[in-house]
C-alpha cells in the first residue's frame, strides 16, 4: 500500500461541476501540498495545508490531521481545469511522498 | 510567479552522449530537487540538496549526479546516456528564501523531457 492515496483515479465531468479530489496517507506529516500539472508537464503548487482549510479562487483544499486525509474541492469547473491533480505529503527528514495523481477532464 | 527555470526544454540525443540539464532559481531557496517522470507515472525523487556543497540520492536510483556549488544553480549530469535515461526531469525548490523566511511551498520547473535514442 502507498503511503500516499489519491482517489479518483481519473474523473470526468460536465463543466460547472463541483468536483472533489480525495487523498489520504498513512505516515506523520509537517505539511500536505496539492499540485496541478498540465499536459506539457509544467507543475504548479495550489495549497500548502498542515491544518484546516485554504481558498483560492474557485479552489478549496481541506486537511483533517486526525483522519489523515485531505481533499481539494473545485466549485463552478470549467474545461481548462483539466489536468493532474497531485497530493504531495512532507514527512520526516522533509522529504516529499507523492500520490499517483488524479486526472480530471471536463467536457464543455 | 515562479523564478525557476529549466534548460534545454526538450533534448533529442544518441546513446552514449553526455548531457547536462540545467536548474536556476533567483528565490534564494536552500532546498532543490530533481524528480523523474514517465508518463501518466508519478514523480520520484532522484537528487536533493539542502544547501551548497550537499547533496544527497533520492529514493530512485539513478545514474545521474548533482553539484551545488552555488544557492542557485543545480545542474543535472548524465555521463552516458542509455535508453532507459528517457522520461521528464522536473527540478524544483523551496525553503528559506532571500528574505530570510520559511515558506515550504514548492516551485517547480517547465520540465525538461529528455529522449535518447
Known amino acids: 500500500k502507498n503511503e500516499v492515496e489519491q482517489s479518483p483515479q481519473n474523473l470526468t465531468a460536465q463543466e460547472g461541476e463541483f468536483i472533489t479530489i480525495n487523498c489520504s496517507y498513512s505516515v506523520g506529516i509537517s505539511a500536505l501540498h496539492w499540485l496541478q500539472q498540465h499536459p506539457g508537464g509544467g507543475i504548479v503548487s495550489l495549497f500548502m495545508?498542515?491544518?484546516g482549510k485554504k481558498k483560492h479562487g474557485r479552489l478549496i483544499a481541506t486537511i483533517n490531521i486526525q483522519e489523515k486525509h485531505s481533499s481539494l474541492h473545485i466549485t463552478a469547473s470549467h474545461p481548462r481545469d483539466s489536468a493532474v491533480y497531485i497530493c504531495?505529503?512532507?514527512?520526516?527528514?522533509?522529504?516529499?511522498?507523492f500520490g499517483q495523481g488524479t486526472r480530471l477532464t471536463i467536457n464543455p | 510567479e515562479a523564478d525557476i527555470y529549466q534548460t534545454p526544454r526538450y533534448l533529442v540525443i544518441g546513446t552514449g552522449k553526455k548531457i547536462t540539464l540545467e536548474c536556476s532559481q533567483t528565490?534564494?531557496?536552500?532546498?532543490m530537487y530533481w524528480y523523474q517522470q514517465d508518463p501518466g507515472m508519478e514523480l520520484h525523487l532522484i537528487h536533493y540538496?539542502?544547501?551548497?556543497?550537499?547533496?544527497e540520492k533520492g529514493d530512485l536510483s539513478s545514474e545521474s549526479t548533482v553539484s551545488r556549488i552555488r544557492t542557485e544553480h543545480f545542474p543535472l549530469t548524465l555521463e552516458s546516456a542509455r535508453p532507459s535515461h528517457t522520461s521528464q526531469y522536473l527540478c524544483?525548490?523551496?525553503?528559506?528564501?532571500?528574505?530570510?523566511?520559511?515558506?515550504?511551498?514548492?516551485?517547480f520547473g517547465e520540465g525538461s523531457r529528455l529522449t535518447v535514442l
Open positions: 495545508l498542515s491544518s
Open positions: 504531495a505529503v512532507r514527512g520526516g527528514a522533509q522529504k516529499l511522498v
Open positions: 528565490m534564494g531557496h536552500d532546498k
Open positions: 540538496s539542502y544547501g551548497v556543497n550537499s547533496t
Open positions: 524544483a525548490s523551496s525553503g528559506v528564501g532571500l528574505a530570510g523566511r520559511y515558506t515550504g511551498e514548492l516551485f
